[in-house]
């Protein structure tokens, strides 16, 4: 078990619609780790682009906050 | 006067409206914070366009009730800054959904305690010259500090609560004058045979500061006035007439509020009423974005504002109960469905962009090795793969909950390096010491050899380095590294990764003189300079294939005859 403190992780519905968020984000390079095919873990400020190109082509995931 | 608490411009319950008013403006558009630590021009221009009576910007007095209420919020906690940006707290959250009267005597509290609100720099009559509004006092002005004002406050309301009945400004102007004169600025020195001065305060648009003598009314008065209108009347103390320049102490309550909600097919929702619940509207405000038309509270449902607030934890159910109760017909089918849609949508992708991540290694069962307490007090939900995930809690709470002897690694900062180069193209990297920097970068130039072994491999390298560019590829490596990597395997490397372009070695046919001056006069001979390729260094030249014996056959032609050997002595002979 280790503790990561001030990631971003993005979960989602698939591999597929993950692979494609990142890929819309151009991170895909930039994934600390898959952690399941369907979970990534980046840094922050990496998480801060997925979350807004996915906004920019009107899709609004669920950010927690 | 009589019944004017229930008014729906006045009373304390109207004022917390224009307090609604400034903290919904912020919700909406996420001012930039000016290095003066307050909001930019537009957002105060927005704030007090929606304020029940805006202050006029043409009269030049600035946007003092904006400001006021802003204070108000900061000093509450309600607002920080976030970034550059000034944003909302969960502070906000806890304060509107307490009853009234507990907002009411926390907004009290907060304002007769403010120390960041100058209010002086707020009487619109008033101009502090070379004073910043909402700053700390400057010891050149007579303005009163923080702790003066705080008293200042107190004393003025002291006399306001004494009044019995309406009661005229100019006459509790009088009646302080009379039995305080010095409630707010020392006029103890003031009978002596010299002119005295308030310094640092003028009249508005005045040019010169105003004389003690006759200027009481100027300036305490002008305060005590503004403290009537503004604080004592919007905080629900006073019932204050503009017209009249009179108020009445408030005994009555402000009464349950009445109002309800009309949700349109457009996704508008128009709130109707007289008297307003704040507390409610703000938690419309939450998942609605504020749109305030004229006088019309109207909020719109949009898909940003609405996951965003499933992301703060309110559910689609809630929201639609809260809707439904508040608006006395049914809500349009097509509202209904897109809000279940966008919620079920929201799920399909969830983001955590600041976040505690809880990592199950190999077969460990989260749920068995973290205690129920602690999985609830830091939040944590089961992700994908057995591991958890929270919004990243204080690290104080953290530390709490967290097993003894279990290392955060706090990515917010730089992590130690955990892969030690073997002195070849090996690393070792045991795996209970890596983070996922670490992990990450060995994925990126390394393969697998065992549990804790890798080997640096060229072909990920080179597509490692396309991605991220050779110098960003390497600083991470250099950054995950206990200690250098050995000059030749970082020159391998760095040839992998492309930042080196490919180098040659072999033979090649180059032109060497040992005399500068011979190097010169060659240089400029055409016929030289058409078989050069490149000139290496001093007296030494890269000729094309076929030049050696070109420039052979034109010097002899010259008469002069080169050697056939690279290395010579002083006297130019084969050592």
Redesign the interface.
């Known amino acids: ?13 698939s591999e597929q ?2 692979n494609e ?1 990142l890929t819309i984000a151009r991170c ?6 898959r ?5 990534a ?1 980046l ?2 400020g990496d ?2 682009l ?2 807004a190109a ?2 920019e082509l ?8 | 006067m009589k019944g004017a608490a229930t008014d729906q411009g006045r009373g304390y319950r109207a004022g917390e409206l224009d307090f609604l008013s400034v903290a919904e403006a912020v919700i909406e558009r996420q001012p930039r914070v000016l290095k003066n630590g307050l909001p930019n021009l537009a957002f105060f221009r927005a704030a007090n366009a929606n304020l029940a009576q805006p202050d006029d910007e043409a009269q030049g007095h600035g946007f003092a009730q904006v400001e006021f209420w802003l204070t108000l919020a900061r000093e509450l906690g309600l607002t920080a800054t976030d970034g550059d940006r000034l944003a909302i707290t969960d502070a906000a959250d806890e304060f509107f959904a307490q009853p009234l009267a507990a907002r009411r005597d926390r907004l009290r509290e907060a304002f007769l305690g403010a120390r960041s609100l100058n209010d002086f720099a707020l009487v619109g009559d008033l101009e502090l010259p070379g004073l910043r509004k909402s700053g700390t006092v400057d010891t050149t002005t007579d303005a009163p500090g923080p702790e003066a004002l705080a008293a200042a406050r107190r004393r003025v309301l002291e006399f306001v609560l004494a009044c019995a009945g309406e009661t005229r400004v100019a006459r509790l102007c009088q009646q302080v004058q009379r039995e305080a004169p010095s409630f707010a600025i020392d006029h103890s020195d003031d009978g002596s045979w010299r002119r005295v001065f308030y310094r640092g305060i003028r009249e508005r648009g005045g040019r010169e500061e105003i004389e003690r003598d006759g200027g009481w009314d100027r300036v305490e008065g002008a305060y005590i006035r503004w403290l009537v209108s503004l604080p004592f009347a919007r905080l629900g103390w006073v019932d204050y007439d503009p017209a009249r320049d009179a108020f009445e102490p408030l005994t009555t309550e402000d009464g349950d509020p009445i109002f309800e909600i009309v949700v349109q097919p457009n996704f508008e929702v128009l709130v109707l009423g007289d008297r307003l619940d704040a507390g409610t509207l703000w938690r419309l405000a939450r998942f609605a974005r504020p749109a305030m038309q004229g006088r019309v509270r109207r909020y719109m449902l949009e ?2 504002s ?3 607030a ?3 934890g309110l559910s689609a159910g809630a929201i639609l109960e809260l809707l439904s109760s508040l608006s006395r017909r049914p809500l349009p089918q097509n509202v209904r469905f897109s809000l279940e849609e ?1 919620s079920a ?17 190999g077969v ?1 069962d ?1 749920a068995a ?2 205690p129920e307490a602690a999985r609830r007090a830091l939040g944590l939900a089961r ?3 057995g ?1 958890m ?1 929270a ?2 809690p204080d ?1 104080a709470l ?1 530390r709490q909950h ?2 003894p002897r ?7 900062r730089r992590l130690p390096p955990a892969i030690t180069p073997q002195g070849d193209l090996r690393l070792h990297a045991p795996a209970e010491s890596l ?3 670490a ?2 970068t060995l994925e990126l130039v390394a393969r697998r050899q065992g549990a804790d072994h890798w080997l640096l491999d060229p072909a990920l390298t080179r597509a ?1 380095a396309t ?2 560019g050779p110098d960003e590829l390497r600083r991470r490596v250099e950054e995950a590294l206990t200690r250098p990597l050995e000059q030749a395997h970082a020159l391998a490397l760095r040839a992998w990764s492309g930042e080196f372009a490919p180098a040659f070695a072999g033979s090649a046919e180059v032109f060497l003189c040992d005399s500068d001056e011979q190097a010169m006069l060659l240089e400029q001979v055409p016929e030289f300079a058409a078989w050069l390729d490149r000139k290496l260094g001093r007296g030494a030249y890269l000729l094309r294939h076929g030049g050696a014996a070109a420039v052979r056959k034109l010097l002899a032609g010259c008469g002069v005859t080169l050697r056939d050997h690279t290395r010579t002595d002083s006297q130019g002979r084969r050592p």
């Open positions: 078990m280790k503790f990561h403190l001030h990631v971003g992780v993005i979960e989602a519905e619609a993950l968020a895909e390079a930039r994934v600390l780790a952690l399941a095919p369907n979970v873990v840094e922050r998480t801060q997925v979350i996915l906004r009107g899709l609004h995931p669920k950010v927690m906050q | 898909k940003k609405f996951t965003d499933l992301g703060r966008w949508s929201s799920e399909r992708m969830k983001i955590w962009p600041d976040a505690l991540l809880v990592e199950a290694e460990d989260l090795l973290l992700i994908g793969g591991h995930a919004v990243a690290a953290l967290v097993p279990r290392a955060i690694l706090d990515y917010s983070h996922l920097r992990r990450q490692a991605a991220l």
